[in-house]
């Protein structure tokens, strides 16, 4: 098989998932030193790979805002840049069709929503995936491109990040400007943009965060995206302390990366930041109800999980809950206190 030197990844659209793929795209970096990885996706992630070592070039995919027009000049820009090979981290039927049409010669990814016929090795979903963490996913498509030439691969599973310098002094002019200078600094990420499920009440929340500034003198931020900054502010309404600032919806990608790598703390719903916060090595306690955090979990150092046990219908993966939202009302603020206190450092 002839040497693969440019290789095109077509990334993930959601916040989480982007970072549950850095584990692939690091393995694609050892088993393809030389070669030139561009990776094409949404402008939502691509801040998310600015400056990363693994990755020379991104590509925004501007699918949602252009339109078909953005289609038509990915498959050009493919074209002129003449891939070897495609990995298809996404797996909708468009990505393989933006392979195809960009006639890259060699085109792997799932078979799945009928897209087979476009590719030239075929991965399957099968029973052996469920339960398994999605970040063996991505990884299996790395070892297939690398089988075909021959080229080492190990397979380490923990998502990474690094905060670049300007990212925390972006982060850092971001505190000051909102007298954000005192330690612990606590973040919360109160919503989920894709679904009601996962949300804790913004009541525990507030009471969880007043507790923080009570007992700790911590300061508080809330983050998310513009669509959760209404979600934000209403926890901030029944909060008794002032010690708290509304940021989501307020930080760029780079804003975010710096803000969650500065704070002491992140408690969060099953969201993207979760993910952001964890790989950059934050502590990061993530709340579980509907999804299933055997499969899609925040990954690192000092990331750890909260759910109740011996609700039947948890992992139901419904975005509004059918009946009385157990699985997330059943989480105490005293649970979440006491876990997430464990996990602040003792200097703090």
Same mark, same amino acid.
């Given at each position: ?83 070897? %090979?495609? +990995?298809?981290?996404?797996? =909708?039927?468009?990505? !393989?069709?933006? /392979?195809? #049409?960009?006639?890259?010669? &060699? ?51 923990? %998502?990474? +990040?690094?905060?670049?310098? =300007?990212?925390?002094? !972006?982060?850092? /002019?971001? #505190?000051?400007?909102?007298? &954000? ?51 934000? %502010? ?115």
């Amino acid at each position: 098989m002839a040497e693969i030197k440019r290789i095109l990844v077509r990334g993930t659209n959601w916040l989480g998932d982007a970072v549950m793929t850095t584990p692939a795209l690091r393995q694609l970096r050892t088993a393809f030193p030389s070669a030139h990885i561009a990776l094409l996706v949404t402008p939502l992630t691509a801040g998310l790979f600015e400056g990363c070592s693994f990755v020379d070039e991104v590509l925004p995919y501007r699918r949602k805002e252009d339109g078909v027009a953005a289609f038509i000049k990915a498959v050009h820009d493919i074209r002129a840049r003449k891939f070897d %090979a495609a +990995l298809l981290f996404q797996n =909708a039927f468009e990505a !393989a069709l933006l /392979a195809w #049409l960009g006639r890259v010669p &060699l085109r792997i990814g799932y078979a799945m929503h009928g897209r087979a016929v476009l590719l030239t090795h075929r991965l399957q979903h099968d029973a052996t995936h469920q339960g398994r963490h999605q970040v063996h996913d991505y990884l299996d498509i790395v070892e297939r491109a690398a089988q075909l030439t021959g080229a080492s691969f190990e397979s380490d599973a923990m %998502a990474s +990040l690094t905060a670049s310098a =300007a990212q925390r002094q !972006a982060a850092q /002019a971001l #505190l000051q400007g909102r007298s &954000l200078t005192r330690r612990p600094l606590i973040a919360l990420n109160t919503a989920a943009t894709n679904s009601r499920a996962k949300c804790w009440p913004t009541e525990n929340f507030a009471a969880l965060a007043d507790r923080w500034a009570s007992e700790r003198d911590a300061q508080i931020v809330l983050i998310g995206a513009a669509s959760e900054r209404e979600n934000a %502010a209403a926890v901030i309404a029944q909060m008794r302390t002032a010690q708290v600032v509304n940021l989501a919806g307020e930080t760029s990608m780079s804003e975010l990366i710096g803000l969650l790598a500065t704070c002491d703390l992140l408690v969060s719903n099953d969201t993207g930041p979760a993910h952001v916060a964890a790989a950059l090595g934050t502590p990061t306690l993530t709340l579980f109800g509907p999804t299933n955090e055997f499969e899609t979990a925040p990954t690192g150092a000092y990331a750890e999980l909260i759910r109740v046990d011996g609700i039947e219908c948890a992992r139901c993966m419904h975005r509004d809950c059918p009946i009385d939202h157990r699985c997330m009302t059943r989480l105490t603020v005293n649970d979440i206190y006491a876990r997430s206190t464990a996990m602040l450092s003792p200097n703090e």
